[in-house]
């Protein structure tokens, strides 16, 4: 008789475990959403345009186009950027900065223009950088630099000289 209790005792404990995990799964209420006024954007600027610089019109200028994602929920706020000169002395590129703004609800790609100038200086290919420097709102910022490389097109090449003045604006 000792076992048949054990075993009622063992029985009864399973099926108390049964009906707490199975109360836990399906009988409790759903978890609320996620509050949207709580969650992050994440923006993320791609790989950026490797190109000639173009040798049209000396002063003519050729766009270098920078896209800026954005993932999770649409939160508003603002991701500021900026272009940095690497190797190239800034006369060959517009120097830029500047805010991309979200609405609410706006996960929509944004785009960063920077001008480089056509001339017909014999030069290397150049480097420079545009970078996401700040943010307002509820955003997080996951990529924040991509290059931009300026090709020669110019004829035989001299080394570039490296510059390392940044421009961002916040």
Request: proline share 7%.
């Amino acid at each position: 008789m000792r076992a048949h209790s054990r075993i009622g005792a063992v029985a009864a404990t399973v099926v108390a475990l049964a009906i707490v995990f199975a109360g836990s799964a399906y009988g409790a209420p759903p978890p609320p959403p996620e509050d949207v006024n709580s969650c992050e954007r994440k923006v993320s600027i791609l790989a950026g345009p490797t190109l000639h610089e173009g040798t049209g019109r000396v002063g003519a200028t050729t766009p270098f186009v920078f896209t800026v994602v954005s993932q999770g929920c649409g939160q508003p706020g603002s991701v500021y950027y900026g272009t940095v000169p690497i190797t190239t002395d800034g006369v060959d590129l517009t120097l830029v900065s500047g805010a991309l703004s979200f609405a609410s609800g706006d996960i929509s790609a944004k785009t960063i223009v920077v001008n480089v100038r056509q001339d017909s200086t014999n030069e290397a290919h150049e480097l420079f950088l545009v970078g996401l420097c700040g943010t307002t709102g509820m955003i997080t910022v996951v990529v924040a630099w991509s290059n931009g490389i300026i090709l020669n097109d110019d004829g035989p090449t001299s080394p570039g000289v490296p510059h390392a003045e940044g421009h961002c604006s916040r």
